[in-house]
């Protein structure tokens, strides 16, 4: 397996444009985690989704995010409009994990850099 | 939810010598406990884990252990190297579905030659 891909690994836009990050898990993961890291915030958790399901979004900083999962191979995170201040590295991650005593590792992808200007 | 605090936030350390970074946790459900490293551009990756069920764990150089009591475990990391410089997260979960990871700050760790 070529591990948790992300696209793109840098993006450039201009303020008020569409972003749109993309996520391929690790076949045969059924959970997979968007963060985000600045080095003012650290690893912040937006959203993860359990079997294609979100189970937890609090972590979306406002509406302007959405993160959603067609299936369990694919899964997308859209900033609309951008604004500068979400310049960072956005990292997907994916994990197997069943029941409450079967934490395993979370494998990240490279990160997508995204720059807002 | 989950607060995960770590310290130092920086660590600077001589070649040979040990470094020690210290997490506390606030969920007593938490049972999982990571550590990740990012080395500078890269992606984190883990190190070590550990589960609730064992108080220390070891593997080579780095040691990890675990005080649920407290509410506190600690990364070990003895005979320090150059390649050991990078950002070590440590991080929690309570491993109910979704296995969600809650991190700490980070700590830069730079070892002199």
């Known amino acids: 397996d070529a591990g948790v891909i992300q696209s793109p690994r840098h993006e450039v836009t201009e303020m008020g444009q569409e972003v749109t990050l993309r996520c391929k898990p690790i076949?045969?993961?059924?959970?997979l985690f968007w963060y985000r890291q600045t080095m003012m915030r650290g690893l912040e958790l937006l959203i993860y989704?359990?079997?294609?399901?979100?189970?937890?979004d609090s972590g979306m900083p406002e509406d302007r995010f959405s993160a959603k999962m067609p299936n369990a191979s694919f899964s997308t995170l859209k900033i609309q409009p951008s604004e500068p201040r979400d310049s960072a590295v956005y990292f997907c991650?994916?994990?197997f994990g069943q029941g409450a005593h079967s934490n395993t590792e979370a494998f990240f992808g490279q990160g997508t850099r995204l720059t807002v200007v | 939810g989950e607060n995960v605090e770590q310290h130092p936030s920086t660590l600077s350390v001589q070649e040979g010598d040990s470094a020690v970074i210290k997490c506390t946790y606030s969920?007593?459900?938490?049972?999982?406990f990571p550590w990740y490293k990012q080395e500078l551009g890269k992606r984190p990756q883990l190190i070590i884990d550990?589960?609730?069920?064992?108080g220390e764990k070891k593997d080579q150089r780095i040691a990890v252990t675990l005080n649920k009591t407290a509410k506190h475990f600690s990364l070990h990391i003895t005979e320090t190297q150059p390649e050991d410089s990078a950002v070590y997260f440590c991080?929690?979960?309570?491993?109910?579905?979704?296995?969600?990871?809650?991190f700490g700050g980070g700590t830069r760790v730079l070892v002199k030659p």
């Open positions: 991650a994916s994990t």
């Open positions: 969920d007593s459900a938490s049972n999982y």
């Open positions: 989704f359990n079997n294609n399901v979100p189970i937890d």
């Open positions: 991080a929690a979960s309570r491993g109910a579905a979704g296995n969600k990871l809650t």
């Open positions: 076949s045969g993961h059924n959970s």
């Open positions: 550990i589960r609730s069920n064992v």
